[in-house]
């Protein structure tokens, strides 16, 4: 069982900044990469940012320059560092890991944490 745990949203005003945490528990036997969506109301989950296992970042056009992946290997967590947050920025938040799990080490699986709701007011 791996369960990935979200914290750190909530309410902003626009220029305000935020940070979000999500730490990956259980029967883990790598973890790939681990990212950060998105999912605004009446839109697709986008892509936010991703950090490989060796620290290459990668992160959308809409949100560099103000938003920051950390990933700690050792404590099977990645941060994402909201800055100068816009109203746009509003949406559900999801952390994911492609991990493979002591039962199946040749499988890689996506994981999703449960969201975390960051609003941004104007």
């Known amino acids: 069982q791996v369960q990935l745990v979200e914290s750190g949203g909530g309410l902003v005003q626009a220029g305000g900044s935020l940070r979000l945490a999500c730490a990956a528990s259980g029967s883990i036997f790598s973890i790939n990469a681990m990212g950060w969506y998105r999912q605004a109301p009446g839109k697709q989950r986008e892509l936010v940012a991703v950090?490989?296992?060796?620290?290459?970042?990668y992160s959308a056009d809409s949100v560099k320059g103000r938003f920051t992946i950390h990933r700690d290997n050792a404590k099977k967590t990645v941060d994402l560092q909201l800055n100068s947050l816009k109203p746009e920025d509003t949406a559900v938040y999801y952390c994911?890991?492609?991990?493979?799990?002591?039962?199946?080490?040749?499988?890689?699986?996506?994981?999703w944490g449960q969201g975390t709701q960051v609003t941004v007011s104007s």
């Open positions: 994911n890991a492609r991990i493979s799990t002591y039962q199946y080490k040749a499988v890689i699986s996506d994981f």
């Open positions: 950090i490989t296992g060796d620290g290459t970042t």
